[in-house]
């Protein structure tokens, strides 16, 4: 019974066979004249491989590679330099021992208030302590020695001094006016503070860096024309009138060179104009 089914599933495994060899799909499978369908994605040419310039073109940047990762890596781990300002700022502390207290003004461009314990190197003699003109020297000096800072390009030709103020205690206060080019920087001055031998303590003062892109002597309206745009202005007699040339600071920090051109009238009438000494604005 059990040899009888053997032969059996032989003789049915090998109808199936023959009736799938004569079958018309698996003739015309094994058709050799009938072309392959994936033949053409077989012979296909790897497109990169078919233009020799971008291939080229490849090769270099993947040799290129580790050294751009390199030089990527070297750049991430390097710091920029330090600006001059930021350098002068580091003196500066320095010099005061970690003391430093310093403020800026609205858009951090300026210091308006610096103190330190001590914010210079050198220290004026007993004799020179007595002389105004010592005092102000060792302030400009000072002005100078941190002049990145400060944004200034000559200290000692840019602040005229108002006031010498001496104190009991050996204290002195300098009292600067800001100029350029021999004109007042209008509303711009500053004060310095040294201690009883003669070394910068403190600063404090509004100022500008240095108006080096004002023109002051290509003036397209002279005085006399300002004195009238005033007048105009104003709308009625003046008692008295006068001006002078100076350079203006705007809102922006823009520095101009301007006629602030002075009107009185009665016993307390007191206007004062600003013309532009280019436009006449």
Known sequence: MRIVKSHWLVAMLGCGLLAFGSSPQASKTLDPNIKNPFASKMKRENPGLAQPERRR???????????????????????PA??????????????????LKIFWNENGSLPIFIKGYRLQENKLAQAQIASDAALSQQALAFLQEHADLFRLQNPAQEFQVLTVQREASGMSHIHYQQVYQGLEVWG?????????????????????ATPASVAVNDLQVNQARAEQIARQ???SPADAISSRLLIFIDENETPHAAWL????????GNWHYFVAAQTGA
């Open 82 to 99: 330090p600006s001059p300002r930021e350098l002068a700022l580091a003196r500066l502390s320095s010099l005061s021992g970690g003391s």
């Open 57 to 79: 073109a490849f090769e270099q940047d993947l040799a290129q590679l580790p050294a751009k990762i390199s030089a990527a890596r070297t750049g991430a781990l390097q710091k």
């Open 233 to 235: 202005a104003f709308g």
């Open 188 to 208: 711009r001055d500053i004060r310095v503070h040294l201690d009883r031998n003669g070394v910068v303590e403190s600063f404090n003062g509004r100022y500008s």
């Open 261 to 268: 051109v002075n009107l009185k009238k009665g016993l307390d």
